[in-house]
């Protein structure tokens, strides 16, 4: 028999009821939280099934607004070697990938692991930098062709359109869905922004400058992933 039991109370027995101001406060709180009539699963499907019309879109409007036509690498030119078909499909498999360990989530409605997430953080740029700049893909002329800026400024543009745009789109499908490691969710978030952008003037520009791939190209991911780690944490909490 407990001490309870024997008329004594317990030392973990409160002792009184909640007051009824407790409750109502609880209920109020309740009640001015919007709850979300979409899935988050569902939100992910929609933002998986959007991004490559949204980037392919920002591609299309950039192409007619330079050049007054669409254009991408191969219209300018450039020799539809098997490097080049190897490297983009490598890079769109990098992307795919990124996004997957960023907003996928498991069977039991988990998301990947830290480990995961820090893994995608740290190895997308330098695997897309050894990709495209390690051995450029020789344009000849049709770099001269597009018009391309040493510095990779136009680029630089378009690859921030994307990023923004798709950093929008990943951010709403988890919004106040992730309550642990939000920070590197986050980061991971804008990694995977910034792999669509990269993955998009990849097929966009024709050029093979170092410092063009680096500033117009690569650059863009590693900002899009400081500027997930800064911006969206808070987002994503419940």
């Known amino acids: 028999m407990s001490m309870t039991d024997r008329g004594m109370p317990s030392r973990f027995e409160s002792d009184g009821a909640p007051p009824e101001e407790l409750f109502s406060r609880i209920r109020a709180a309740v009640a001015a939280t919007p709850s979300s009539t979409t899935s988050t699963r569902s939100r992910i499907a929609v933002a998986v099934a959007v991004v490559p019309f949204v980037a392919a879109a920002v591609l299309?409007?950039?192409?007619?607004?330079?050049?007054?036509?669409?254009?991408?690498?191969?219209?300018?030119?450039?020799?539809?070697t098997s490097r080049l078909c190897i490297v983009a499909l490598m890079l769109a498999a990098l992307t795919l990938g990124a996004t997957f360990v960023a907003i996928g989530r498991g069977g039991r409605g988990l998301g990947h692991g830290v480990a995961a997430l820090?893994?995608?953080?740290?190895?997308?740029?330098?695997?897309?930098?050894?990709?495209?700049?390690?051995?450029?893909?020789?344009?000849?002329?049709?770099?001269?062709?597009?018009?391309?800026?040493?510095?990779?400024?136009?680029?630089l543009v378009i690859a921030s359109a994307v990023g923004a745009l798709v950093l929008v789109i990943f951010t709403a499908a988890l919004r106040r869905s992730v309550p642990v490691a939000s920070r590197a969710r986050a980061a991971a978030i804008g990694t995977a922004a910034g792999a669509w952008a990269g993955l998009t003037v990849f097929v966009f520009c024709p050029d093979s400058q170092p410092r063009h791939l680096f500033v117009g190209h690569v650059l863009p991911i590693v900002a899009f992933t400081i500027l997930g780690l800064a911006l969206i944490p808070r987002v994503l909490r419940p």
């Open 118 to 155: 820090l893994l995608a953080v740290a190895l997308v740029a330098p695997i897309y930098a050894a990709l495209t700049m390690v051995r450029p893909l020789e344009a000849g002329p049709a770099a001269a062709l597009a018009d391309v800026s040493p510095w990779g400024l136009r680029c």
């Open 60 to 80: 299309l409007l950039a192409s007619q607004l330079v050049y007054d036509r669409p254009a991408v690498r191969i219209a300018f030119g450039t020799p539809l």
